[in-house]
T-cell receptor, first 114, second 115 residues
Framework: DSGVTQTPKHLITATGQRVTLRCSPR?????VYWYQQSLDQGLQFLIQ???????AKGNILERFSAQQFPDLHSELNLSSLELGDSALYFC?????????????FGSGTQLSVL | AQKITQTQPGMFVQEKEAVTLDCTYD???????LFWYKQPSSGEMIFLIY??????QNATEGRYSLNFQKARKSANLVISASQLGDSAMYFC????????????FGAGTRLTVKP
């Protein structure tokens, strides 16, 4: 158990809908990261937060947004969903955003857009 | 640009033998971190080993060791005495200040251990 909690584990929805994925980092970790894993794109970095502030953006679509709350949990919002958004979405956390800090991953949310 | 390259989409190894999974990276940063993760069929991402760019000795963690060749920008994972449970996807990753220390991943190598 990594200590990172993601809910829900599975999500099935229709095109055009909006969903929210939730993540609770490990106790004491201030940095939260979101990744998307699909068969054709591999593991893609989406966005990073540190202590409530957005720190960096990766390949995140404009239809997607995220935030980190004062209690350090984070939510990833996906809207106007398309078939191609079907993927495994990971949340990860680390104590700080240093280059020597390993990431602890949640078990992921498997999103299926039908 | 920062890039992680894993050139072996799939590898096979006989149980109890050693196997090397290749990883090369491209960075202009002097300080960076290199990581390997394992993803079994169940889907979770499991941290295996870390190597810092200034570490002079190769990292080791149990049956895992990292063959770090800084001048060649390679960070190969060596798994000794392979076990059936080692069958999984293996990802090489890097964190560097160039990318705000985000962790970027290679495409992965699928390792299959044969009995």
């Amino acid at each position: 158990d990594s200590g990172v909690t993601q809910t829900p584990k599975h999500l099935i929805t229709a095109t055009g809908q909006r969903v929210t994925l939730r993540c609770s980092p490990r106790s004491g970790d201030l940095s939260v990261y979101w990744y998307q894993q699909s068969l054709d794109q591999g593991l893609q970095f989406l966005i990073q937060y540190y202590n409530g502030e957005e720190r960096a953006k990766g390949n995140i679509l404009e239809r997607f947004s995220a935030q980190q709350f004062p209690d350090l949990h984070s939510e990833l919002n996906l809207s106007s969903l398309e078939l191609g958004d079907s993927a495994l979405y990971f949340c990860a956390s680390s104590v700080a955003p240093g280059e020597n800090e390993k990431l602890f991953f949640g078990s992921g949310t498997q999103l299926s857009v039908l | 640009a920062q890039k992680i390259t894993q050139t072996q989409p799939g590898m096979f190894v006989q149980e109890k033998e050693a196997v090397t999974l290749d990883c090369t990276y491209d960075t202009s940063d002097q300080s960076y971190g290199l990581f390997w993760y394992k993803q079994p069929s169940s889907g979770e991402m499991i941290f295996l080993i870390y190597q810092g760019s200034y570490d002079e000795q190769n990292a080791t963690e149990g049956r895992y060791s990292l063959n770090f060749q800084k001048a060649r920008k390679s960070a190969n994972l060596v798994i000794s005495a392979s076990q059936l449970g080692d069958s999984a996807m293996y990802f090489c990753a890097m964190r560097s200040p160039y990318n705000n220390n985000d962790m970027r991943f290679g495409a992965g190598t699928r390792l299959t251990v044969k009995p």
